[in-house]
């Protein structure tokens, strides 16, 4: 029913947690799935003289296929630029984890949650 | 956000595992969530001589409205006979757990659940 690596990223998820909000190299995302009702709260920190994106965490009480899909992306944003993570898209992240279209929202809940990450640091600056 | 009574069975659900679906004193019940795509696996096991439900458990990658829901039907349905379960409302588990309108497909889930349980474990005998 599930590929291997959404119940891998379901039974350890990676960089659950949380930053301060306040801290002014912190970008806080977060969004909400019409579709389920679902909230995700992501964070990404960032190296203020590069903009690279030094660490990331998530938390959500969403369902398995909302938490692998953010695990994923905390994993993807690592070391990147903050211009680079806003073209990650929710169908590359459906795709590595073979969610089915039923699911295609729980990976929005995630493309969703970076930008606004990346939105919130840039409006902090 | 979410009451403390959801917070605190999605951090320690009860009764998540499997029993033996092939077993005669087991009932299964597997349902689906048009809303959201998530599914979920209840199961009970019956004493035969006086069909009382004495255990209980369930097992769903579902979001964490349907890990509380199933978690409190699981503990509710302990003790009880098989036709005192297929009275359980989700609308009382959505109480319970002071669950928002959008999580109501949530607690759905554990309905269908139980009363396909009993259902399947009524369609062995
Ligand atoms: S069903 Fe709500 S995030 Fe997946």
Redesign the interface.
């Known amino acids: ?2 590929h291997e690596r ?1 119940v891998d990223h ?1 039974n350890n998820p990676r960089n659950v947690g949380s930053f301060d909000k306040s801290d002014p190299t912190v970008g806080t995302g977060l969004v909400g799935a019409p ?5 995700m709260k992501l964070q990404i920190k960032i190296d203020e003289e590069s903009g690279t994106i030094v660490d990331a965490c998530f938390k ?7 938490i692998a899909s953010s695990s994923v992306v905390t994993e993807w944003v690592k070391g990147k630029q903050m211009e680079e993570v806003l073209t990650i898209k929710n169908t590359e992240i459906a795709k590595h984890l073979s969610l ?1 279209p ?2 295609l ?1 729980c990976s929005m809940l995630a493309e969703d949650a970076i930008k606004a990450a990346v939105k919130d640091y840039e409006a902090k600056h």
């Open positions: 029913l599930y959404v379901y579709a389920c009702g679902d909230v959500t009480f969403g369902c398995g296929s909302a089915p039923v699911k929202h």
